[in-house]
C-alpha cells in the first residue's frame, strides 16, 4: 500500500534500489545477494538491499587507498575545504529528497527529520570543514647539545581508510557525523550503513559525483553485520581505524576485530541515562524536557532518558505532567502536522521493546500510561507502532532500569537527596549523558562534576555545539568527537625535526 511517506518518496528524486556506491559508481553485489528494506509505517517494501560481501569490501577498501594515493591525497585543503562546503550546499539544495529518503527508512515524523536529521547532516560537512581550516599547530625551537639549534613542528597527516559503521535511529546525521570529519582531515572511508536504513547513504554518493568529490572517497558497502559487510569491513587490514556507533555488545565485537593489526577504534556506544529533576527547576521547562528526552524519536535516541528521578516535593505532580506529555503524543504519519511520534524502526525492534514491556508489568511495576501498542488504523496495522510509556514503583534492580530499551518509555522515582540521588544516577555500567533541571547554579555546577558520563546537560537535553566533546564514558564510548577532538582520531600528529648549524 502507499502511505504519505513512500508517496512523497515517489514524488522526489529518491531511489526504490539500495545498490552499493564504489569507486563512484552504484553497484549491485557480485554475488547478486540482496534483502528487503521495508517501511515502519506499515511493513510495506520500499525496495531491495544488495547485501555486500567480501568481493565488495575489497573494492571498497581498494577505492579507498587509490583515492588516498591520487588526487584526493594530494589536494590542498583549501581545496577540500571548498568541496565540503558544495557538499553541504547540495544536500540543502536536495533538502526534499534527503527528507523523503529518511522518512521512508525510519518512519519518523517530517517536522522531526526537517529540523534535525538533515540540517545536521549538511552541517556537519561545513563545522569540520571549518575546524580544519583553523586548527593551529605546535612548534618548538631548542637548543642542540653541538651549540646548533633545531626546530620542531608537529604536522597533522590523514590515518588513511577509515570505516565507519552506523547505526539505524539518527542515519544520514550519525553517519555523515563521521564522515564530516574523516574527509576534512583527508581521509577516505567505507561506510557501513545500517541495514534498517540504507536510503541517504546511498543518495549521499550522488551528491559526491555532483560536487565533484573524487572516485573512491566515499565509499558505501551495503549488508548486515556478524558474517557480512560489517564484520568483513571492520576486520579487513587494509582499514586503517573505525569509527562505530551503535549497541555496546557490537562495539566489544569491532574491537575483537580492530585489535588484529591495532587499529584505532573511535566507538559512541549505549547509554541508560538518567534525567533529574530537583523541586526547584521551573517546573514546565523540566515536564517539556524529559518528556522530550524520553519520547522523541519514539526514544530511540542514545542522548535518551529512560531512567528519570524526581524530587519528592513535586513527584506526584511531575508524573501526572508526564503522562498528560505522553498521552498527547499522536501516533500518526510523517507528513501530517498532528503526527507527534512515529514508529518504531522494525518489528524485530517493536518485539524488543514490547519484551521490556512485559518485564516491567512481570516485575511489578505501575503502569502510569501506556505499556502496549497503539490502535493504529486498518492501512498502519503492519507498521511498528508502540505507545510511549511510563512506570513508576520499580525497584532499582529491575530489568527497565538495569537495561538499555531504546524505546519511548521512562521510569520515575522519588529521591530526596542531591547524594542520594548522584549515586542513583551513577549505578549503571553506562555513562552517555544526564539532564539535570534546578535552578539553584551551584547544585548545577556541584552534580555536573559528580555524574560519571560523557555529556551533562542543565536545564536542557540534546543541545549541541558541534565543536563540543562528544562521547561516552564507562560502556557508552571510547574517545570524543566534536570540534578539534574529532582531530585526534581522523589525523595522525608527525613531529617533524630540523637541525640547523
Ligand atoms: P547495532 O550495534 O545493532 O548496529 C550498528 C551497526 O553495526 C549496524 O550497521 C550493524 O549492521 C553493524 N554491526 C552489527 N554487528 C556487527 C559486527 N559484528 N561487526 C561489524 N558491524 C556490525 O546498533 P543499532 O541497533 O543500529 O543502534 C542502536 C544502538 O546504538 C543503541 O544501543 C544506541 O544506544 C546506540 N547508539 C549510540 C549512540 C552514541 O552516540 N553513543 C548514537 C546512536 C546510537
Ligand atoms: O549530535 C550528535 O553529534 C550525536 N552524535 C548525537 C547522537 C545521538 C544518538 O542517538
Redesign the pocket.
Known amino acids: 500500500m502507499a502511505t504519505d511517506a513512500s508517496t512523497a518518496a515517489a514524488a522526489v528524486n529518491v531511489r526504490r534500489d539500495f545498490p552499493h556506491f564504489i569507486n563512484g559508481a552504484f553497484v549491485p553485489s557480485a554475488s547478486g545477494k540482496t534483502f528487503e528494506n521495508r517501511s515502519p509505517l506499515d511493513g510495506s517494501l520500499i525496495g531491495l538491499v544488495s547485501e555486500g560481501g567480501k568481493a565488495e569490501v575489497d573494492a571498497a577498501v581498494a577505492a579507498a587507498r587509490a583515492a588516498l594515493d591520487g588526487p584526493w591525497g594530494k589536494m590542498p585543503v583549501a581545496k577540500r575545504v571548498e568541496l565540503l562546503y558544495a557538499l553541504a550546499d547540495e544536500i540543502n539544495r536536495r533538502f526534499d529528497d534527503f527528507l523523503a529518503a529518511e522518512i521512508a527508512d525510519t518512519g519518523k515524523p517530517a517536522s522531526l527529520a526537517a529540523h534535525i536529521d538533515i540540517p545536521?547532516g549538511a552541517a556537519n560537512f561545513k563545522i569540520f570543514a571549518d575546524v580544519i581550516k583553523n586548527v593551529p599547530s605546535e612548534t618548538f625551537e631548542m637548543a642542540t647539545p653541538d651549540g646548533g639549534e633545531a626546530l620542531n613542528y608537529a604536522v597533522r597527516v590523514p590515518r588513511g581508510v577509515i570505516a565507519v559503521v552506523c547505526?539505524w535511529?539518527?542515519p544520514l546525521?550519525?553517519m555523515t557525523?563521521k564522515v564530516g570529519p574523516a574527509l576534512a582531515c583527508g581521509n577516505a572511508v567505507v561506510v557501513k550503513p545500517s541495514e534498517e536504513t540504507p536510503a541517504t547513504a546511498t543518495l549521499l554518493g550522488e551528491v559526491m559525483n555532483k560536487v565533484g568529490i573524487p572516485k573512491g572517497v566515499y565509499n558505501v558497502v551495503h549488508g548486515l553485520g556478524p558474517n557480512s559487510a560489517g564484520e568483513f569491513l571492520t576486520s579487513h587490514r587494509g582499514v586503517n581505524a573505525i569509527t562505530f556507533?551503535g549497541e555496546t555488545r557490537t562495539g566489544e565485537a569491532i574491537m575483537g576485530a580492530a585489535s588484529k593489526g591495532l587499529r584505532p577504534v573511535s566507538f559512541?556506544l549505549g547509554g541508560k541515562n538518567a534525567g533529574l529533576v530537583f523541586a526547584d527547576a521551573d517546573f514546565d521547562a523540566a515536564v517539556e524536557g524529559i518528556a522530550r528526552a524520553a519520547f522523541v524519536n519514539c526514544g530511540?535516541?542514545?542522548?535518551g532518558t529512560e531512567r528519570v528521578y524526581v524530587q519528592r516535593p513535586i513527584f506526584e505532580k511531575f508524573v501526572a505532567a508526564l503522562k498528560l506529555k505522553a498521552e498527547a503524543m499522536k501516533p500518526g504519519l510523517p507528513y501530517e502536522k498532528s503526527t507527534g511520534i512515529g514508529p518504531l524502526i522494525s518489528q524485530e525492534h517493536l518485539g524488543k521493546v514490547l519484551s521490556y514491556y512485559g518485564k516491567a508489568k512481570a516485575e511489578g511495576a505501575t503502569l502510569v500510561t501506556g505499556g502496549g501498542v497503539p490502535d493504529m488504523p486498518a492501512e498502519l496495522k503492519g507498521g511498528s507502532w508502540v505507545q510511549p510509556t511510563i512506570w513508576t514503583g520499580l525497584p532499582e534492580t529491575a530489568t527497565v532500569i538495569r537495561e538499555e530499551i531504546f524505546g519511548p518509555c521512562c521510569h520515575i522515582a522519588p529521591f530526596d537527596t542531591e547524594d542520594e540521588v548522584v549515586a542513583l544516577a551513577n549505578d549503571t555500567p553506562y555513562g552517555l549523558c544526564t539532564t539535570v533541571w534546578t535552578q539553584d547554579l551551584s547544585r548545577a555546577h556541584r552534580i555536573a562534576k559528580r555524574i560519571d558520563v560523557g555529556l551533562c546537560w542543565i536545564n536542557s537535553w540534546?543541545l549541541?555545539d558541534?565543536r563540543t566533546p562528544?562521547g561516552g564514558s564507562k560502556q557508552s564510548g571510547i574517545g570524543r568527537e566534536?570540534g578539534v577532538h574529532s582531530l585526534e582520531f581522523y589525523t595522525e600528529l608527525r613531529n617533524v625535526c630540523i637541525k640547523y648549524a
Not at 300 to 303: A, I, S, T
Open positions: 545536521r547505526p535511529n539518527l546525521l550519525l557525523w556507533t559512541e530511540q535516541v542514545c542522548l540534546f549541541r558541534l562528544f566534536g
